[in-house]
């Protein structure tokens, strides 16, 4: 055997995209070179899947399947897929929330092959040729964060390669883009996280942000970049601090084929849950009054995404703001703060409401609750516990089916505990989370039911970007697919079905907007289904 087969052979096992381990068949171990360096066993994908299910279930912590399920990744993409796509329900949180935020914080200390690229401050001058890399020649899903707002964890550094990572393999799991085709990227440009940056281990660039005008620059000269090497891919924004988020958004989304999936993401995830809750407590969503708890990037996205379904509606515009009524730090968000030196937030201004007869000077949640009567609350403000029981007391006082939706993450930050509400409620209330509780009846409030289906709507019909209509058109169709009993929203076992959905959805939206750049026939819902990857072994 000559040098160059061995080295063929290696290769083959080395590259996760191509390696079997030990389901190479013996016709293949003669073909490739493989004898020796497999061992004599033949197995199957089947068994390779209960073998690293047994290994994974006797650990003693969630991180260390976190970090098993990476390195699994990192050396067998097929088996990892197969593995993930045989639970969802068990796989999701380890490879997703809650789990990712620890994979985050400690994603130095696991750090052992490369995955996706880390395109740092220091390297810029070599951002074109790293891009360049025939690797990607596939690429068609890019997610990208700079670590700076990772979950509500703050800013981890180059630590939050763990959230691109952790979505894209979503992307795979839910929507079937194949592995080869996905590329997560982390802008490293320092961090101000000093715990991270005095770590001997921490793999990123050691210095505090780069800010201001070399922080616009850098991104530009990213954005130019995969314009020109990836002009048909769909880049999500991921993780971004709240005035970065915005602004980039704003900036490229007429640019890029782009989405931020913490603001739009959220904004349909919510609404479409909101669907669902409304229509299960028979009312009509033109007559709702929504109290919204926390007006940061998540909460006023979702208000903004409400005011267009109300309009949608045939309410005018005026007539939709009138029915939200959004609470922020300083209480209820009145016109008159405006006025104050410091002035309300961009995202605040148009939440804000005059002054109206009966209020107390300072209108907290509870005096609004007693106000407005709401029949729907949301909480995105991180203050546990905000939603006390006098508060939900005086909601369910006034209305019969109190939907409340604590959505603020992690757990430790939820604006109530969901078995409070319902106790407090006498089991009227219908509640969502944006943590998993566990609890029986209480839906999961997950932007997993939505961004996988938006990017694969917009690629299946060549969409020039992502508006607001097609967010809309996906956040209208989780609202309708139905739950799976007491839930709202489907199970999370039905992940692939509820993506292809809402890509039909997404791709007709994009269509009647003369987004649609594909033919008609590549995004029928056979055409897209059909080309779903399933992890298999070729
Ligand atoms: P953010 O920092 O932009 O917004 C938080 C808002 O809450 C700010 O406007 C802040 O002034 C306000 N706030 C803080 N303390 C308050 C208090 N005592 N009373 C009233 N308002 C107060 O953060 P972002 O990104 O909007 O996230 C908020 C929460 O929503 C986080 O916990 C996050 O995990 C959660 N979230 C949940 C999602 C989901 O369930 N799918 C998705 C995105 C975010």
Redesign the pocket.
Known sequence: MSAAHYAAARALLADPLTNKGTAFSEAERDRYHLHGLLPPHVGTLESQIARRRRVMEAMGSDFQRYAFLRELQDSNEVLFHALVQSDLPRMLPLVYTPTVGEGCERFSEIWRRPRGLFLSWPNRDHMADILDDTAFDRVKVIVVSDGE?I??LGDQGAGGMGIPIGKLALYTACAGIHPSEVLPILLDVGTDNEARREDPLYVGWRAPRVRGADYDAFVEQFVTLVAKRFPHALLQWEDFA?KNAYDLLGRYRHRLLSFND?IQ??AA??VGTLLAAIRRSGAALADQRVVL?????????VAEMLVQALMAEGLSQSEARARLWA???E?LILTEMAQRPEGL?PQ?VALARAREGGMADKMD?LATVRHVRPTVLI?????KG?FDEAVVRAMAEQVERPVIFP????IS??EAHPADLLAWSEGRAIVG???PFGVAGVT????VYIFPGVGLGALACGAREVSDGMFMAAARCLGQLGGDGEGLLPPIESLRDVALAIAIAVADQAQSEGLAMARPEHYTPEAIAARMWQPNYR
């Not at 999961?444 to 932007?447: C, I, K, M, Y």
């Open positions: 707002r979950l509500g709240g913490d993401g959220t995830t919510t708890f926390g007006a940061g990037a998540a909460g006023s996205g609470v922020d730090r209480g937030p605040q949640l909480g995105a403000s991180g203050q905000a959505l603020s993450n992690p930050r939820a989370t944006g943590s999961q409030v997950n932007n």
